[in-house]
């Protein structure tokens, strides 16, 4: 390579490197950040520049036959003892660990619309705690369960 050729090849990626930081930063506008903790007993739902603005039971109302998510949180509790055979609440966490993959993955799904604009071009970016001592495949269970919601 000629001392041009190695200048020009640092130049454009310099440009290249410009143009991501700022694409960063209009995106980091309109998008937000999540954070999820997700216990067995509670969920809160942490939005940045608002502090905690979900702290809801981790149990949901789930329809038997057709496995839909009908209610989260502390109306899915309310649910309990007054409906039909046919919904159960469930808790799909267990000693800090997702126990039911589907389930988890719709009260996510339920909490993020939720704290999100429903007019967003943009995903939010979420951070989830996890407990310390779990396995490999419980922590991409935790994540699958994100990235589908």
Request: hydrophobic residues 45%; aromatic residues 4%.
């Amino acid at each position: 390579m000629t001392k041009a050729t190695d200048q020009a090849l640092k130049t454009l990626y310099q440009i290249r490197e410009l143009l991501t930081r700022k694409i960063h930063r209009v995106t980091n506008l309109f998008s937000s950040d999540i954070g999820i903790d997700l216990g067995t007993a509670n969920t809160l739902v942490f939005v940045k520049g608002k502090g905690i603005v979900l702290a809801e039971p981790s149990v949901v109302a789930v329809d038997t036959l057709t496995n839909e998510v009908l209610a989260v949180g502390h109306k899915a509790k309310a649910m309990l003892g007054k409906t039909p055979r046919k919904i159960h609440a469930v808790r799909p966490m267990k000693d800090g660990v997702i126990a039911d993959f589907e389930i988890a993955e719709g009260m996510l799904k339920a909490l993020i619309k939720r704290v999100t604009p429903a007019r967003s071009f943009f995903r939010p970016r979420i951070l989830i705690a996890v407990p310390s001592g779990i396995t490999g495949v419980e922590k991409r269970a935790v994540e699958d369960s994100a990235l589908h919601a």
